[in-house]
């Protein structure tokens, strides 16, 4: 079984530009999860999606963060525009209907 | 909100011994407790998980322990080897208030 994909791995902006981060969850998945993990922290929930729809979305920065997964399956979390301080790695997990999450390998972005 | 804590931001332990690591969290009566692994550069892996019903848990080294009335969830490594060392990270439930994690060092 395949496991959670993202990419790009590693991004580097500067800051006020844009960037997005794909995520393809375990097939059958009906749950997705992005996390936002800085340095020396725990993973801190930005959105979860159920299908298609959005189940939470209350820590995510609206004003310059956003996300979709159109046809629920993969998804796509965008920055516009960035700041200094979203410099983290930004984790996609997915949840089969169990306990468990399954985490991906997370995208490394530096803003400078 | 709920809030959840790990005392130890590092722990070092010698080969051999056994690792103990601590959750506490507050504000919050979780229905379960779960415990990942992560190593640099990758994402949390699922070890273990507890419900409130549940005294302890065991999965071949790993023990865990859930005490409601302290609030606290005791993560236990025996036996513990180099290839133990990672950050270890407690959660509550599935939406997953991760804790800052424990980052544990096995010296050989």
């Known amino acids: 079984e395949a496991g959670v994909a993202q990419s790009p791995r590693y991004k580097i902006i500067e800051k006020r530009q844009s960037v997005a981060f794909w995520c393809n969850p375990i097939?059958?998945?009906?749950?997705l999860y992005w996390y936002q993990q800085i340095l020396g922290q725990g993973p801190k929930l930005l959105i979860q999606f159920q299908n298609n729809g959005v189940v939470d979305d209350s820590q995510l920065p609206k004003d310059r963060f956003s996300a979709e997964r159109l046809k629920g399956v993969d998804s796509t979390l965008k920055i516009q525009p960035a700041k200094l301080e979203d410099s983290a790695v930004y984790l996609c997990?997915?949840?089969?209907?169990?306990?468990?999450?399954?985490f991906g390998p997370g995208t490394r972005l530096t803003v400078t | 909100s709920q809030k959840i804590e790990q005392n130890s931001e590092a722990l070092n332990i010698q080969e051999g011994k056994t690792a103990t690591l601590t959750c506490n969290y507050t504000n919050y009566s979780p229905a379960y407790l779960q415990w990942y692994r992560q190593d640099p550069g990758r994402g949390p892996v699922f070890l273990l998980l507890i419900r409130e019903n549940e005294k302890e848990k065991r999965k071949e080294r790993l023990k865990v322990t859930f005490d409601t009335t302290l609030k606290q969830s005791l993560f236990h490594i025996t036996a513990s080897q180099p290839a133990d060392s990672a950050t270890y990270l407690c959660a509550l439930e599935e939406w997953a208030v991760f804790g800052k994690g424990t980052k544990l060092t096995v010296n050989p």
């Open positions: 097939s059958g998945h009906a749950t």
């Open positions: 997990a997915s949840n089969g209907g169990g306990y468990e999450q399954y």
